[in-house]
């Protein structure tokens, strides 16, 4: 099918025409917040493999930062335990109720392209949207993938920006930073329990991931909006941070998936990592 996306969002109309293909993949990735597996049994897109976001190891403790990127021959065993050759087409599916479990698909998404994976979609509206249409269809049961070997990692360093990377960038104004949290954490009137200090990396400009989606429609605000929402944030090299990159991963999707500006990264460690290090400095907006 010529019309299905190998990035960004895919339809539920263009992936239930696609049932059959021998390259698709579904990833539900429900975590236990979602209901997990449980959930997954009672009612999953046809064809769907389930890997729990929390649980399954798309991110890694390092330190005191709970998001890092895992290493990667886990990340090319995880792949592979799903299913995932060079080849597929990949739709993740996340719940589909709230900004957070579609920041989980978009980090899913990010760390599949960084090892070097070419074709990946989040379904648009997630689970949810659907269910919302009876006519369509849902399995049940446990999750069967067909397994495959490790993945062959190909790095996409540039997706990726590091603590050092970062600072140099902030230093130098040679990127933007977009600060994915609420206006509590980026002023420092709140912060993360790993995090060390409180504020946001100098030079910042803040955009609460939160306001991309619409939770009423279970998915992301129309392209307009976002490129309203978004506009603001200069035009060059970007570098998109939260508290763990979670929901940094919704800014990174947006800013280079949807609305296709180059040169945007996303920096897995954010402000758990960034403040491990005292020489780092950290502003705030409170006296």
Known sequence: MSDFPVSGLVSPEILQAAFGRPDLVILDIRATAEGGQVAFEAGHVPGAVHSDYAAAGWRAKVGNAPGMLPPLDHLAALAGSLGIRPESRVVIVPAGHAATDFAAAARVYWTLKLIGHGQQAILDGGFRGWQA?????????????????????VVKQELR???????????????????ARAASYFDGREKAAEATRAGHIPGAVSRDYAAAFDPAAGKLKPHGDLGALYGAVPSGPAISYCNTGHTAALNWFVLSEVLGRDEVSLYDGSMTDWTQDPERPVATAVG
């Open 133 to 153: 249409d009876p006519t369509r269809p849902i399995a049940t049961g446990p999750s069967r993938p067909a397994v495959a070997p490790p993945y062959p990692v």
């Open 161 to 179: 920006s590091t603590a050092d990377a970062t600072f140099v960038a902030a230093r130098g104004k040679l990127a933007t930073l977009v600060d």
